[in-house]
């Protein structure tokens, strides 16, 4: 690394992680209004994003689908939620056991009981999800249910802010998280074979060596991590996503298990689940086209 990168990468850390603490600590009402209104001016100071996200809408619905005018609305309310979400994050230790229900409403009753039946069987659970509404706050609900939870995430080019996001989910959240290297990886399985909860956002275009699978009618660059686990330790898959509702909650959907058989033939073996796994992809981002930004973008 170089001198003048390194020096850049402090200044980065030492603005924003301190603002980032601070901004923890304002009054949810208060944080909510700033976040607001920060998304809205991101929506008008990111014009590529903004293009991309509305690239990604033609790709969801077909070109010309959308008039211009329900693109901007869709687009402009994808960047406040993004901002809310932030703020979220940051505040994410202000949930507890006895609160969580104000900000995320639970639509299966019975998810409880049905995770710690899929734990009995003592191969641990892969819960699948995406980049749509609050998957950082759904993680956080499972552990404060005393699930042994953990996540897989990509490290970010500046180490000091990585060490602090890491740190909020690790130390906030109560939810451990993994790298996806070789090191991660082999914390990634031992924390399946000590029956936990491993939670894997696949929605994103990040491997050296991708699955090409349809996504929206597009051939998608895809990482396969959530089938090669599945199919090699026999962990059950369940789909978990947390969109915002219309009162500002989220809404919490538990749907599986589900469980692949080898066939013999690796590759066809993994491009079947993750086929399955990104037409419930389809289902989600086709009712929240608000809540869904990712980076990169699985078409190539």
Not at 177 to 194: C, E, M, Q, S, V
Not at 206 to 225: E, H, Q, W, Y
Not at 261 to 273: A, P, Q, T
């Amino acid at each position: 690394m170089s001198v003048l990168r390194h020096l850049a990468f402090i200044l980065e850390g030492g603005t924003v992680i301190p603002a980032g603490n601070l901004v923890a600590r304002l009054p949810w009402r208060v944080g909510g209004s700033l976040a607001r209104l920060a998304g809205r001016l991101l929506f008008l100071a990111a014009p590529k994003a903004r293009r991309q996200a509305c690239d990604n809408l033609d790709v969801i619905f077909g070109v010309g689908a959308l008039s211009p005018e329900e693109k901007s609305r869709i687009v402009r309310n994808l960047f406040i939620h993004l901002a809310s979400s932030a703020l979220e994050y940051l505040k994410i230790g202000e949930l507890t056991l006895e609160n969580y229900h104000r900000f995320i409403h639970v639509e299966n009753p019975e998810a409880r009981e049905r995770v710690r039946g899929i734990l009995e069987e003592g191969k641990g659970m892969i819960a699948v999800t995406a980049h749509v509404g609050n998957w950082e706050f759904m993680a956080r609900a499972a552990a404060l249910e005393g699930f042994s939870v953990a996540a897989v995430i990509h490290r970010q080019l500046n180490p000091y802010t990585d060490r602090w996001l890491a740190n909020i989910r690790r130390y906030r959240a109560s939810v451990e998280a993994f790298y996806d290297d070789p090191r991660g990886l082999k914390r990634t399985i031992h924390h399946l074979k000590n029956n936990g909860v491993l939670a894997l956002v696949a929605d994103e275009a990040r491997a050296s060596n991708p699955l090409r699978i349809p996504f929206f009618g597009r051939l998608a660059s895809v990482a396969d991590g959530p089938a090669k686990l599945h199919l090699r330790y026999g962990s059950p898959l369940v789909f978990l996503f947390c969109p915002r509702g219309a009162d500002g909650r989220y809404i919490l959907s538990f749907d599986g298990p589900y469980r692949f058989e080898s066939k013999g033939d690796r590759r066809k073996d993994r491009l079947e689940v993750m086929k399955f796994i990104f037409s419930k992809y389809e289902d989600i981002i086709r009712k929240h086209p608000d809540q869904w930004f990712c980076l990169p973008r699985p078409w190539r």
